[in-house]
């Protein structure tokens, strides 16, 4: 079944820059999708749309059933509690705990504490941060400010989670390692889409692979089968 | 009960606000004390001269002297005419004896003059004195009483009290021409000094969006905490004022440069006091951030 679909959409924004032409594409719940291309090619634009910061100029997306582009402003946060989105700059409250940072996007639904409490613990266990829950976001390393990021973003079980860049300000190790975990949070049932200009984490991922190109999806390789065609 | 979970965490988290951003919070603070402690001056100056105002009007009467001879069923008209009149307070009748016995009581010379009067042998006037409800309607009032059949003379100190009115009248339209003014340019000064304040948030706004946070969701931490900035402005012009009025009143002994001018006790108007700039600060702190809020809310 089809989480994401996209049909003939198309942006251009109010500069008269159009980012994405005409695109058509779908993803199938549980995928792990990465999108590359230059910069400029219409990555970031594609998966803002996803996540409604942006509004299609013309063509149609669903994803989970939701109508993006007819979604008004104030009913996004429908959209926005049924996924998940991670950041290059990690985008965390820096006077806020990691529990806190974490616990943030659970409270906005009114949940219990008790219930919010051991959700975060696991969360934070999944990601490996369990023992650094009273730190401040200052007190990390990249990797574990966005291993925080990661674990905010999947608190509340999003069918989807939307990485961009995430690994872009971080060393090739610790890359890996946040790999692993994103490799983790799609095994158990979580749609990823991830955009990277990191083309090594992609042939180590060995997952679909979409190459986009002006704003049009110049090659899909299938799980499995990418190959480095860029030079 | 979901709805009491949010609330109060909403309240929770606009506390924790508050003292993490401290030196912004500080600045629209001391904005809403400053402002706060002349709208307090500019409201005491206000109830004061109300007060005041009010005491004078009660203390003008108009005074109608009648005929010399008159009959008793004459006064007994001229009385029901006044009673029926709209803008009469109360009225009262004094014949030339009770008046010629009162003056007598008040000091001994009066005494010795009048105690050999008989009741004909009586100079006095019989007289009517009365209050209106409206001191504007005094003229009006005074020379219909003086069209009166049976009514010689109408005294109600003429000239003065048009002027005192219109004294008043000033004052009064200008404390609250002042107090109003205080008001709105104190709620858009807090605006935009919480707007400062929220602009440095923009990114906490932005996570907010992202999580999944409706516009109220967001909205309502940043208004509670325009309402604690609003309190804890309040404070130091709540202290102030209870503090100094009270002093200034025991300095005065309860008036100002003359007993004619009688200062407001300050209980309980103090505690009216108190509770205007509790409530001016906390709405003001509210609509402040409910104003600035608002434009980052729009994609």
């Known amino acids: ?135 401040y976001p200052r007190q990390l390393s990249g990797g574990e400010q966005q291993r925080v990021a990661i674990a905010r973003a999947i608190v509340n079980g999003p069918k989807l989670l939307i990485c961009d860049e995430p690994t872009g300000n971080l060393d090739p190790n610790t890359s890996m390692e946040i790999m692993e975990v994103l490799d983790q949070i799609n095994k158990l049932g979580t749609t990823i889409i991830m955009v990277t200009h990191d083309i090594s984490i992609v042939k180590k991922m060995k997952k679909r692979t979409i190459r986009l190109q002006s704003g049009r999806i110049l090659k899909d390789y299938a799980k499995g089968t990418f190959k480095d065609e860029s030079i | 009960m979901k709805a009491f979970r949010i609330f109060g965490r909403n309240i929770r988290d606009a506390f924790k606000s508050v003292f993490r951003n401290f030196s912004l919070s500080l ?71 009770q ?99 929220i602009f440095s948030r923009q990114r906490e706004i932005e996570i907010m969006r992202l999580v999944g946070a409706s516009n109220l969701n967001i909205k309502i931490p940043f208004i509670m905490e325009g309402l604690f900035l609003g309190a804890f402005g309040a404070i130091i012009p709540i202290i102030a004022t209870i503090y100094g009025y009270t002093t200034i009143y025991h300095h005065f002994n309860g008036q100002l440069f003359s007993p004619f001018i009688k200062l407001l006790a300050p209980s309980p108007f103090m505690y009216y006091v108190s509770l205007i700039l509790l409530g001016i600060g906390i709405l003001v702190g509210m609509f402040g951030s409910w104003r600035a809020v608002r434009k980052y809310l729009k994609i």
């Not at chain 1, 994405?20 to 990555?43: A, H």
């Not at chain 2, 709208?39 to 005074?63: M, P």
């Open chain 2, 27 to 97: 600045a629209s603070i001391s904005c809403i004390t400053i402002t706060l402690l002349v709208v307090a001056v500019s409201i005491i100056l206000f109830y004061n001269v109300n007060n005041f105002t009010s005491l004078v009007e009660k203390d003008v009467t108009i005074v109608a002297f009648l005929d010399k001879n008159i009959k008793q069923d004459k006064i007994d008209e001229i009385e029901t005419k006044i009673k029926t009149m709209s803008g009469v307070a109360s009225y009262d009748f004094r014949s030339k004896d």
């Open chain 2, 99 to 197: 008046i010629k016995e009162e003056m007598m009581e008040s000091s001994s010379d009066f005494e010795n003059i009048m105690k050999d009067w008989s009741s004909e042998e009586n100079p006095l006037y019989n007289a009517i004195q009365v209050k209106v409800k409206d001191i504007e309607q005094i003229n009006k009032i005074a020379k219909e009483i003086e069209d009166m059949e049976g009514v010689s003379i109408v005294k109600y100190g003429e000239g003065m009290v048009e002027q005192l009115i219109g004294a008043f009248d000033a004052v009064h339209k200008i404390t609250i021409g002042l107090v109003i003014a205080l008001i709105i340019v104190t709620a858009f000064l807090i605006s935009n000094t919480i707007k400062i304040t």
């Open chain 1, 1 to 135: 079944m089809d989480l994401i679909r996209l049909r003939d959409v198309k942006k251009t924004y109010k500069t008269g820059v159009t980012a994405i032409q005409q695109m058509s594409l779908s993803i199938e719940k549980g995928d792990f999708v990465f999108l590359i291309g230059s910069t400029g090619c219409g990555k970031s634009t594609l998966i803002k749309m996803l996540y409604r910061e942006e509004k299609p100029t013309s063509g149609q997306i669903i994803v989970g059933g939701i109508d993006v582009g007819k979604l008004r402003n104030g009913k996004v946060y429908k959209l926005r509690r049924k996924i998940g989105v991670v950041f290059q700059d990690f985008k965390l409250l820096p006077k806020a705990t990691v529990y806190e940072n974490v616990a943030f996007s659970l409270e906005v639904f009114g949940l219990p504490k008790d219930e919010i409490h051991s959700k975060v613990i696991k969360v934070l266990e999944l990601v490996g941060l369990k023992h650094k829950i009273k730190n």
